[in-house]
């Protein structure tokens, strides 16, 4: 049998393809294509990737890079919202950037920020970039972002979405080792229908959740 689904859980989701000795499979109810489970880099080997990520908060191209996240957001909050970076990464960037906008921001990661504390509180937004395509288990942490988030709340992601007619094999986001499960629009769809979230995209990388009041 297959493996199932890692967002949605349903069982045995159909073979997608093997590619370079990789195998993935592609969920038939929420569209999820996944890396096979067996195959995920372990913890040292992911530690070791994000290492050389060079996040700099000093650096122009990449705050530009992470506007894309914000734009869509910062015009629907309200004066001094308060909010969580998830997955913040070894050089946090994006709660400067939100606190330059008067919102203080949390950070969290669970390997370079792994502070229990910022999971237990609830914020009236959350943002998540480059970070949603590694989870080993989204359902569960999609789950837990629902809790941490207010009513009336907002959750920006990026992610590079798996688009029709996509050629996945010579995808450079599939090919990057940590990169383990890839979501399509209707993915997003499920998500949000999931939860009870109203959903909209902005360009090829951001999708912004709104948890209704």
């Not at 080997?45 to 914000?70: G, K, T």
């Amino acid at each position: 049998m297959n493996p199932a689904c890692p967002l949605c859980e349903a069982a045995d989701a159909p073979s997608f393809g093997d590619i370079g000795g990789l195998r993935y499979f592609r969920c038939e109810t929420c569209d999820l294509t996944f890396l096979d489970p067996a195959q995920r880099p372990s913890p040292e080997e992911e530690r070791a990737e994000y290492a050389l990520h060079r996040n700099d908060p000093e650096d122009v191209r990449y705050r530009a890079f992470l506007q894309q996240a914000l734009d869509p957001l910062l015009p629907r909050l309200e004066a001094g919202a308060e909010g969580l970076d998830f997955g913040c990464g070894p050089g946090p960037t994006l709660s400067l950037m939100l606190a330059e906008a008067g919102h203080p921001t949390a950070d969290y990661d669970p390997i370079f920020r792994p502070d229990p504390i910022a999971l237990d509180r609830r914020y009236d937004f959350i943002t998540c970039t480059e970070v949603v395509e590694h989870l080993h288990c989204p359902g569960e942490v999609f789950a837990r972002l629902d809790v941490m988030l207010k009513a009336g709340g907002f959750l920006s992601v990026m992610t590079e979405r798996l688009t029709p007619g996509r050629d996945f094999a010579g995808w450079r986001y599939r090919r990057q080792p940590s990169h383990v499960v890839f979501y399509s629009d209707r993915t997003m769809d499920w998500i949000a229908g999931r939860f009870g979230w109203r959903s909209s995209l902005h360009g090829p990388l951001v999708v912004l959740f709104e948890k209704p009041a």
